[in-house]
């Protein structure tokens, strides 16, 4: 996360703490920052899985980056009539 690389070991233990990070006395800076990002990450996976009844809604999917977005759909012919290989 770019907002956490700005922040003072101080207060990134801070956040960790909060966060309940296990190990986050021992850690360096950026393996604050790490834990950190995957427990908010983790965090907002949940959160959008609260909304993710089944899988994701009719006509959309979500990206690596947790985002929402439309899904393309590609329109199927049905056949006017069926041979033994299609059924």
């Given at each position: 996360?770019?907002?956490?690389?700005?922040?003072?070991?101080?207060?990134?233990?801070?956040?960790?703490?909060?966060?309940?990070?296990?190990?986050?006395?021992?850690?360096?800076?950026?393996?604050?920052?790490?834990?950190?990002?995957?427990?908010?990450n983790t965090?907002?996976?949940v959160e959008?899985?609260k909304y993710?009844?089944?899988?994701?809604?009719?006509?959309?999917?979500?990206?690596?980056?947790?985002?929402?977005?439309?899904?393309?759909?590609?329109?199927?012919?049905?056949?006017?009539?069926?041979?033994?290989?299609?059924?």
């Amino acid at each position: 996360m770019v907002g956490l690389e700005k922040l003072s070991k101080k207060e990134l233990y801070e956040i960790a703490k909060e966060k309940n990070i296990k190990g986050r006395s021992a850690m360096s800076r950026d393996e604050l920052i790490n834990a950190i990002s995957e427990v908010i990450n983790t965090e907002q996976l949940v959160e959008m899985s609260k909304y993710d009844v089944g899988g994701s809604p009719i006509g959309y999917h979500i990206d690596d980056k947790c985002e929402i977005k439309e899904e393309v759909t590609e329109d199927y012919k049905i056949p006017e009539k069926y041979n033994v290989d299609m059924l």
